[in-house]
């Protein structure tokens, strides 16, 4: 994947030639994937490092650093509804796609795959919550001014339902909710492949951080030339603000977390390629989404929690059939069929859906 690391300057070349948007967008987007890694990578040094309660924290604050950059890079050009979109489109394309080629990875090696039921029921409760969150904007909807203002009221007591489900899953299992801080559920699963869990750190601390470093600087460009082509190149392709945002932003950030929740359950790691899913769901949800609102409204933007039916319907709909997938403990290749198939049928619709 590192070579992909070459995208990087060819992004910013092609912009500066004033390539065909859609060229220079689908570089942009093949540049962010290498970066989201190399910042995963740094970040789970970082950890080893700094012990289970300051290094899950810090995964937990790093798992979404991505999206979080990407989203203040559409904040700052204006995309409110591609960002909105692209929230919206993280939940379902992490709960149905990503859970859907994890499954099916699974069951290359194993028709029928078990895993830990606490985190991940931890996980989908949180899923709810959220869900239920996300309603109330599109239910009480009044006038610009009192939506935001429900919206931000909203995201303050998601970000209390954040840190209050931190504080105990490092309290009490030292599991935290961010991408990389759930290796310790390799202990809690005799029934998957051990790994060691007590390597040695490929990298120094000063390296780590210095890498962890240059790599947002480096993403928050990448990002801000991303989010600034997004636009143009849509209308080139004749897509909408809310397609672009749930089928083309919010697959850019994630696609270093498919990957890794692939690997981990093709080595029979279920419940581990489990969380790294459902926890990233959970804290773009609790955490990245507050923050973009908040972050709105202290540039002066109407960004809200108010979503589309299509984008709310979409979201309910994945939580649900994931959560009903979920609820037998245990997965196999043909439940990961069903959901990218569902995820696929949601994209038709959004496809066919006219702009709001």
């Known amino acids: 994947m590192k070579w992909l690391l070459l995208f990087v300057p060819i992004a910013f070349g092609l912009n500066s030639f004033h390539i065909n948007p859609i060229i220079v967008f689908f570089a942009s987007a093949l540049a962010i994937i290498p970066l989201a890694s190399l910042m995963e990578q740094a970040t789970e040094v970082l950890s ?27 904040l700052n050009n204006g995309l409110i509804e591609v960002l909105k979109g692209s929230i919206a489109g993280s939940i379902i394309g992490t709960l149905l796609f990503g859970l859907g080629v994890t499954m099916i990875s699974g069951g290359l090696r194993k028709p029928v795959q078990t895993f830990d039921t606490a985190m991940v029921s931890m996980n989908n409760g949180l899923l709810s919550v959220t869900a239920f969150g996300l309603i109330i904007p599109a239910v009480f909807k009044f006038s610009s001014p009192v939506d935001q203002e429900i919206s931000t009221h909203i995201s303050i007591l998601m970000l209390i339902i954040y840190t209050a489900s931190l504080v105990y899953t490092l309290r009490n299992s030292h599991t935290p909710i961010g991408k990389e801080g759930v290796e310790h559920a390799l202990e809690d699963v005799s029934e998957e492949q051990p790994e060691s869990t007590h390597e040695a750190p490929k990298w120094s601390r000063n390296t780590a951080t210095m890498i962890l470093g240059g790599v947002t600087i480096v993403l928050a460009f990448v990002s801000d030339l991303l989010t600034d082509t997004i636009q143009p190149a849509s209308d080139v392709m004749g897509l909408t603000p809310s397609f672009a945002g749930v089928f083309l932003l919010a697959l850019v950030g994630n696609v270093p977390q498919y990957l890794n929740a692939m690997s981990f359950a093709y080595k029979r790691q279920l419940t581990l390629a489990l969380s790294v899913n459902l926890s990233s769901t959970s804290q773009l949800a609790l955490l990245v989404a507050p923050i973009l609102v908040l972050s709105g409204q202290y540039m002066g933007l109407n960004m809200n929690l108010t979503f589309s039916p299509f984008e709310l319907i979409g979201i309910i709909l994945a939580v649900m059939i994931s959560r009903h997938l979920l609820t037998d403990n245990r997965t ?3 439940e990961g069929v069903m959901l990218i198939v569902v995820y696929a049928m949601l994209g038709v619709g959004f496809y066919y859906a006219p702009s709001a």
């Open 332 to 334: 196999t290749w043909l």
């Open 48 to 74: 080893k490092y700094l012990g289970p309660t300051f290094g899950g924290l810090l995964s937990a604050t790093m798992g979404n650093a991505p999206e979080l950059i990407i989203g203040i890079s559409a």
